[in-house]
Structure formats: C-alpha cells, structure tokens
C-alpha cells in the first residue's frame, strides 16, 4: 500500500486515488456507514504544495467518495494557510507544533451543523487530522467523520 500511496502522492497517478474512491465508496455505500454525511472535505494542500505538485493527491479519492455515496464535495470552503514543511519522519509532538494555525475555514455558512466527511491519505501520528477537526468543530453544529486510504503501523 506504502508504494501505491507513493505513486499517488509523488509520481501523478492520480488514477490511484479515483480507484481507491469508487472501491471504497461502493463498499461504504451499501454498509451505509456515512449516509447521514453532508459534505466530504479533502485536507487542503497549501498554495505552494500545490502548485509545486500540480494537484491535492486527496482530491481525486474525496471527489470519487463523494460520487458514489452522494455527497457533496467541497475543497473551497476550508484551506491551508500555513506551509509546513513535509512531516514525515516528524514526532507526533513536532507535526502537532508546526500545525498549529495551519488550516482557516473559509465558508462558514457553507459549513454550519453539517456532518463532514474529512479526508486524507495516511494517518501516521493524526496530527493533520486533529489540526483540521479543531477547527472545522468551532463552527456550531458541526460534527466530524474521517476516512483515509491507509494508517501506518
């Protein structure tokens, strides 16, 4: 899985990820896991990531998620404003500090008592995700889900 993430995340096959959305999607879809979702939110890249890599290796499996479940994709209403440097081989403590007031909602109203689906490849310590979901939990009524293509060991 480790190499398949890879060639998603660094070398444009971003087939990986619409694959991965449709299996996933279909396989959630008739558990009916996540049938009370709103919208699903990929964790955003920050400007500069994106446009150093040409994409958000998260968008195409959120968006295919979001076809087969019916649900709405949003990647404008919450962003990245901080651009950290890569966080691998990082501590759980040192990837927590460095985001730190990394991501900002945008549409507030867009995003107010809905249930949302945060998406992202891996999680390794969870520091991104949690950094996300305290923010995404301060606007009243919203609550949190999360998928990822993988988890380390």
Not at 48 to 77: H, M, P, W
Not at 132 to 148: D, E, F, H, M, Y
Request: glycine share 8%.
């Amino acid at each position: 899985m480790q190499q398949i993430i890879h060639q998603l995340k660094y070398k444009g096959q971003q087939q990986v990820g619409t694959f991965f959305g449709n299996w996933y999607g279909t396989i959630l879809r008739e558990d009916g896991v996540f049938k009370d979702v709103d919208v699903i939110i990929p964790v955003p890249l920050h400007k500069k990531r994106l446009k150093q890599r040409g994409y958000n290796q998260v968008t195409t499996f959120s968006r295919a998620l979001g076809e087969k479940l019916d649900i709405v994709f949003d990647e404008t209403s919450f962003k990245r404003t901080k651009n950290t440097s890569r966080q691998v081989f990082r501590s759980r403590g040192d990837r927590w500090q460095r985001l730190q007031n990394a991501f900002a909602v945008i549409d507030e109203k867009n995003l107010k008592g809905k249930h949302i689906l945060l998406v992202d490849d891996v999680i390794t310590t969870g520091a991104t995700l949690e950094a996300c979901a305290n923010i995404l939990l301060k606007i009243p009524g919203t609550t949190i889900s999360i998928v990822t293509l993988a988890v380390t060991e």
